[in-house]
């Protein structure tokens, strides 16, 4: 069999009749389907766990996390007010990340594989990646690929608490939340909803059962809708 032709054009090109003169049935068609899911929104919103619970249920589902595309320390800029400057665009290797995505865009299962996400030999052949992170829609090579975008919020009070719960690989030093996390929060989400790129809004102080049964039902529904 000459390779390069789809299944259909194969089955077409034969006989639609048997050796023994039975007629043929046409072989399953596949149609393969990817929606790239956005769980993005303000720093401590609820995205990794969010996603995580997505990850457990969703099937052929991949991920990619922008806090694994952070650039090294020493390659991080120190503003004027003598932050190390974390929470700006420049501090991750988004061309990394769009590189990353580009290699499942072009060959999911391969990618699912690579990345130990089983893949169910089904005949709809829907693959699912969540992109993951705080700065998702200020990237303009990515802003488009989404099918959806989700950005959680959650009042400046309780993100300063959740934040000050936490330790990152480099820690807060004091003074970091109000003097740059927050600011830069605020900066890029105006940027954003200036250029008019649309997301759904997430409330994150829903518990995270509430979250992941909203988005886990907005996702099934879309994937039935445009199958
Ligand atoms: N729906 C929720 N209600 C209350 N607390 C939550 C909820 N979701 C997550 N949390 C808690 O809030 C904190 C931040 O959650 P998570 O790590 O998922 O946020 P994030 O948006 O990924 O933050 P980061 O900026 O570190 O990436 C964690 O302590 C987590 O347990
Ligand atoms: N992952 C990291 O290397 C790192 C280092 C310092 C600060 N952060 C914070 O992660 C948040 C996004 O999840 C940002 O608000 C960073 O400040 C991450
Ligand atoms: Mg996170």
Not at 24 to 48: D, Y
Request: glycine share 6%; aromatic share 10%; net charge neutral.
């Amino acid at each position: 069999m000459k390779p390069g032709r789809s299944a259909v054009q194969r089955w077409t090109q034969r006989s639609a009749r048997d050796s023994a003169g039975r007629a043929r049935s046409p072989p399953p068609l596949r149609v393969e389907m990817k929606c790239i899911v956005g769980i993005g929104g303000m720093t401590n919103g609820g995205k990794t766990t969010l996603t995580n619970n997505l990850l457990k249920v969703l099937p052929n589902c991949c991920v990619i996390h922008q806090d694994d595309f952070f650039k090294p320390q020493d390659q991080i800029a120190v503003g004027e007010d003598g932050f190390k400057q974390w929470d700006v665009l420049e501090s991750l290797d988004m061309e990394a990340m769009l590189s990353t995505v580009q290699a499942w865009m072009s060959n999911p299962r391969k990618f699912a594989r690579a990345h130990g996400v089983s893949v169910q030999p089904d005949a709809s052949d829907t693959h699912i990646l969540i992109l993951e992170g705080f700065l998702l829609y200020s990237y303009k090579p990515l802003v488009d690929l989404y099918s959806r975008r989700y950005f959680l919020t959650v009042p400046y009070e309780e993100c300063k608490w959740r934040r000050s719960t936490r330790s990152y690989k480099v820690p807060d030093p004091p003074g970091l939340f109000d003097g740059h996390v927050w600011p830069m929060y605020q900066k890029y989400k105006q940027e954003m909803e200036a250029n008019g790129v649309e997301v759904v809004y997430l409330d994150g102080m829903k518990s995270r059962e509430q979250l992941f049964h909203q988005v886990l039902e907005e996702i099934q529904n879309s994937l039935l809708n445009h199958s």
